[in-house]
Each structure stands twice: as C-alpha cells, then as structure tokens.
C-alpha cells in the first residue's frame, strides 16, 4: 500500500531563511505527488504537483520541490521564506489504482517563521 | 476563481445521532471526495464518488456512513449513528477528472460528538 513519511514534525526558520521540508513515499508505479498547504482554520491548498517529465517542479508563493526517484522524495523548497508562509504543510500521493483517486496524505509539518 | 463550500463550519451532536454534512463542490467537477483529520493527526481518505456512485471508500467508511449526491450542486455525508470517535474535520474535495487533476479542499466541517 502507498504511504507517505514526513519527518518533521515542527520546523522553525527565520524569515528570509531558506526552507526545506521532506518528503518520503512508498509506491509501486509512477507516483502522483502533491504538496498541499493548511493555514489556521483552514481548508487545504495545493502548493504543487507532480507526475511526470521535469522532476522539479514549480508552485505557488515562490515554493518549488524535486522529485527524486532513487530517493523516493518529494522535498519541498523555498528560497526564502516570508513570515505568512508559517502553516501546516503536509505531502500526499495520488493513487487511482482502486479506481477512485485517492490521495494519501504524510502527518504533515508544522512551520514556524521567526521574524 | 470557483471553490468548494461547506456547511455548516461547527457541528455539534450528541452521540448516537444522526448528522449529514454538506458541501457544494465546484461546479464542472466529475469527482467528489470526503476526508477526515481527527485532531492532531494526518488527513485520511473517506470516500471518493463519481457517476453517482461509490468508485473506493476505505476501512474508515463503514455502514454508519453514506452519500449522495441529492441534486446537480450538492455533495453530502451522512453519519447514521455518531460516536465519540467520529469527532474531527471533514473536508470534502472536488476534481474534474482523474490522474493529473488535482483536488480542490472546500474549508471542513468541524464535528464535535459529545
């Protein structure tokens, strides 16, 4: 079954400080990769995708992530990090081999900016 | 820019009662999804539907839950018997197809059984 590893659990930066949070999957073909944000209260918004050609990818709010095959990662980066990118942040795969598209989400990670 | 909406945001009940939990997602979507996120933990897939019916639904999703799509815009759960365990947030999500489509989280629904 696919699974998906986030290892940090909270994480803290300054602000202007560059970011990168990880990203570990299990699964058996090509995965689907997602990065999904969470703010306070919140719904979940999609920061960036994956599924194939360019293995670096580029999202929304300056953030960018690289799949690595060999690795089996997905880590997301930011250059420099803005005191409202603070949230939860949580990496998911797609999976539709059941026929339904179903995403399965990591425990996610806290960020902290310090300004 | 289209959303998903939910309501309502706070639902409180008493457990064994019956609630139903609604969400309008974005309107020329063809899949429709619910997830939950008990406190503290990770978000975990319910339900996925399509074509007015069930396409996968994991172990979490059992007899006490149902869903139906009523009308063209609503999407809803229902939880038949509440239990002290069923308390988290509910988010429902909504694609426009498969494969490299993404979801669309609508706000979640925060359900307390007490």
């Known amino acids: 079954a696919q699974s998906v590893t986030q290892p940090d659990i909270h994480i803290t930066v300054s602000e202007g400080a560059s970011l990168e949070l990880r990203c570990n999957y299990s699964?058996?073909?090509?995965?689907?990769l997602f990065w999904y944000v969470q703010s306070p209260g919140q719904g979940l918004q999609l920061l960036l995708k994956y599924f194939s050609g360019d293995t670096l990818v580029q999202g929304i709010k300056g953030f960018e992530a690289e799949f690595k095959r060999s690795q089996s990662s997905f880590n997301l980066r930011k250059p420099s990090v803005h005191w409202s990118d603070a949230a939860e942040y949580f990496c998911?795969?797609?999976?539709?081999?059941?026929?339904?598209?179903?995403?399965?989400f990591g425990t996610g990670t806290q960020l902290k900016v310090e300004l | 820019e289209p959303e998903v909406t939910q309501t309502p945001s706070h639902q409180v009940t008493q457990m064994g009662q019956e609630v139903i939990l609604r969400c309008v997602p974005i309107?020329?979507?063809?899949?429709f999804y619910w997830y939950r996120q008990i406190l503290g933990q990770k978000v975990e897939f319910l339900v996925s539907f399509y074509n007015n019916e069930i396409s996968e639904k994991s172990e979490i999703f059992d007899d006490q839950f149902s869903v139906e799509r009523p009308d063209g815009s609503n999407f809803t759960l229902k939880i038949r018997s509440t239990k002290l365990e069923d308390s988290a947030m509910y988010f429902c999500a909504s694609s426009p197809g498969l494969r490299s489509y993404e979801q669309y989280f609508g706000p979640g629904t925060r359900l307390t059984v007490t």
């Open positions: 309107s020329n979507h063809l899949y």
């Open positions: 998911a795969v797609g999976d539709e081999a059941g026929g339904g598209n179903k995403l399965t």
């Open positions: 699964y058996g073909a090509t995965p689907y």
